[in-house]
T-cell receptor, first 113, second 115 residues
Framework: AQTVTQSQPEMSVQEAETVTLSCTYDTSESNYYLFWYKQPPSRQMILVIRQEAYKQQNATENRFSVNFQKAAKSFSLKISDSQLGDTAMYFCALTGANSKLTFGKGITLSVRP | GAGVSQSPSNKVTEKGKDVELRCDPISGHTALYWYRQSLGQGLEFLIYFQGNSAPDKSGLPSDRFSAERTGGSVSTLTIQRTQQEDSAVYLC???WGTGEVYGYTFGSGTRLTVV
């Protein structure tokens, strides 16, 4: 069975500062994929960033980057230069060969002006 | 269409009634997924379609839940004899091929309230 743990229920950050959201996971598969999704009040899940487990290089998408520690089964998301539009729930997720996403409980991020 | 479309956006139903939730995936996407998001349980996988067949129905919580997909396109999730614990947001996602490789696109969900 796969599990994803997000232990922080909420965080707050000042606009323009940097924040890191934590995620740990467990899986018995050797090939898997990790994701961070953003869910604004509109409810639609929006992909923030994706990491393939076999790639050692950390994924980066503009202001978003991950710190992927495979041995420690850790996959944290760093948001640089936080913007008010980053306020949302963020979910860490994992999938393997079965294409089924396993999500963490999510974290509510608030960006203060 | 341009995105994954779900209808209705919100549904209030009386306990014991049947409901149908609809998902229109992106045209050409072969895979379709249903998830349920509730306060107590977080996001749970319900069922996965590849074309019209469902190789993984392991997440359906009871035999009151069923889903079908026709023409490799539209999918309907049916909940019979609704209970209050069925209240949740039901999210649909689609992908070309398998989502982990090609990416999942989510709809905005249907918020179901059972009173």
């Amino acid at each position: 069975a796969q599990t994803v743990t997000q232990s922080q229920p909420e965080m707050s950050v000042q606009e323009a500062e940097t924040v890191t959201l934590s995620c740990t996971y467990d899986t018995s598969e050797s090939n898997y994929y990790l994701f961070w999704y953003k869910q604004p009040p509109s409810r639609q899940m929006i992909l923030v960033i994706r990491q393939e487990a076999y790639k050692q290089q950390n994924a980066t998408e503009n202001r978003f980057s991950v710190n992927f520690q495979k041995a420690a089964k850790s996959f944290s998301l760093k948001i640089s230069d936080s913007q008010l539009g980053d306020t949302a729930m963020y979910f860490c997720a994992l999938t393997g060969a079965n294409s089924k996403l396993t999500f963490g409980k999510g974290i509510t991020l608030s960006v203060r002006p | 269409g341009a995105g994954v479309s779900q209808s209705p956006s919100n549904k209030v139903t009386e306990k014991g009634k049947d409901v149908e939730l609809r998902c229109d995936p992106i045209s050409g996407h072969t895979a379709l997924y249903w998830y349920r998001q509730s306060l107590g349980q977080g996001l749970e996988f319900l069922i996965y379609f590849q074309g019209n067949s469902a190789p993984d129905k392991s997440g359906l919580p009871s035999d009151r839940f069923s889903a079908e997909r026709t023409g490799g396109s539209v999918s309907t999730l049916t909940i019979q004899r609704t209970q209050q614990e069925d209240s949740a947001v039901y999210l649909c996602a689609s992908s070309w091929g398998t989502g982990e490789v090609y990416g999942y696109t989510f709809g905005s969900g249907t918020r179901l309230t059972v009173v």
